[in-house]
């Protein structure tokens, strides 16, 4: 499966079109969602988990700098960068992904 990236700013002009659909979208405006942003990932074998202690660094697949994946129901749906707000991390979506259907 292809993804295609879109610019935000580019989203922002598509859906001026669609605000008739809106109204048409309100029934599922309470559906509950689990919304994860993926710093990286990493692969080990059990014996090297259970080694880990405090202090332990565990190496993952980005770089510094990289974007951060955000998923939607497991389902990646953009990018972003990790903020600091006041004492919390936050994720600025920097880029929306739209999959090929």
Do not use: F, H, W
């Not at 580019?10 to 008739?20: F, I, R, S, V, W």
């Not at 993926?38 to 700098?65: F, H, P, Y």
């Not at 990289?66 to 994720?91: F, H, P, S, T």
């Amino acid at each position: 499966m292809a993804n295609q990236n879109i610019n935000l700013e580019d989203l922002g002009t598509a859906t001026q079109g669609a605000k008739g659909t809106e109204a048409g979208l309100e029934a599922v405006y309470d559906v509950p969602v689990t919304v994860k942003a993926v710093l990286g990932t990493t692969a080990m074998n059990i014996s090297q988990l259970l080694k880990l202690g405090r202090g332990a660094v565990v190496e993952l697949d980005k770089k510094v700098g990289d974007a951060v994946d955000i998923y939607v129901n497991d389902r990646l749906v953009a990018r972003g960068e990790v903020v600091l707000m006041d004492d919390k991390l936050g994720v600025t979506m920097t880029e929306i992904v739209k999959s090929a259907a």
